[in-house]
């Protein structure tokens, strides 16, 4: 079945370590996302990409680095910069143009020790 | 500036009851509303959109909603509410680009 997998589903983060989370699709979308989720404030935009080698921040970006090297993977560092990334990670998926629902993977909880 | 409002964190219904979970939006140009629905540790799953044509879009499980230009609003509605409804609800509005902006959730709790 075609569909998005995230990766682990759990994740602890020590102080000063950068840790990436992977998110792959095989539904051949060519955009792709991240979503941080907190509770009560709804999923805000991490980074986004809309083709191969090419992404682009969104809305809370600072802390974050991402890669598209490869149109199936889309993954998300976060590193020691983001002081508070104890969230809920979920990435997405879409063929492309605001029209198009987007897929979301499982999602990856990370916390810190 | 582009924004989602779902104005109640928190519904409650009792089993076989219609539910209504409101959304009202704020967009330049031509609005695509979504709704999703979330289950406890998963990822966010479609329910329905409206990108154009009629007002009233039926979706998954039997949901529906309700496109008002004029109210600015996509209210999601089901006719008889189930106990496995019971979720936390997303609307979302995009226009023209790619990215979507969600709201803030609306919990929905079926009462048996």
């Known amino acids: 079945d075609g569909g998005i997998t995230q990766s682990p589903k759990y994740l602890f983060r020590k102080e000063g370590q950068n840790v990436t989370l992977s998110c792959e699709q095989n539904?051949?979308?060519?955009?792709m996302y991240w979503y941080r989720q907190d509770p009560g404030q709804g999923l805000r935009l991490i980074y986004y990409s809309q083709i191969v080698n090419d992404f682009q921040k969104g809305d809370i970006a600072e802390g974050y680095s991402v890669s598209r090297e490869k149109k199936e993977s889309f993954p998300l560092t976060v590193t020691s910069a983001q002081k508070n990334p104890t969230a809920f990670y979920l990435c997405?998926?879409?063929?492309?143009?605001?029209?198009?629902?987007?897929?979301f993977g499982d999602g990856t909880r990370l916390s810190i020790l | 500036a582009q924004s989602v409002a779902q104005p109640e964190d928190q519904v409650n219904v009792a089993e076989g009851n219609p539910l209504t979970v409101k959304c009202t939006y704020s967009?330049?140009?031509?609005?695509?509303l979504f709704w999703y629905v979330q289950y406890p540790n998963r990822g966010l799953q479609f329910l329905l959109k409206y990108i154009t044509g009629d007002n009233l879009v039926k979706g998954s499980y039997g949901f529906e909603a309700e496109f008002n230009k004029s109210q600015t609003s996509f209210h999601l509605k089901k006719p008889s509410a189930l106990v496995s409804d019971s979720a936390l609800y997303f609307c979302?509005?995009?226009?023209?680009?790619?990215?979507?902006?969600f709201g803030t959730g609306t919990r929905l709790t079926v009462i048996p």
């Open positions: 539904l051949n979308h060519d955009a």
């Open positions: 997405a998926s879409s063929p492309g143009g605001g029209h198009q629902p987007q897929h």
């Open positions: 967009v330049s140009g031509n609005p695509y």
């Open positions: 979302a509005c995009g226009s023209g680009a790619n990215n979507l902006f």
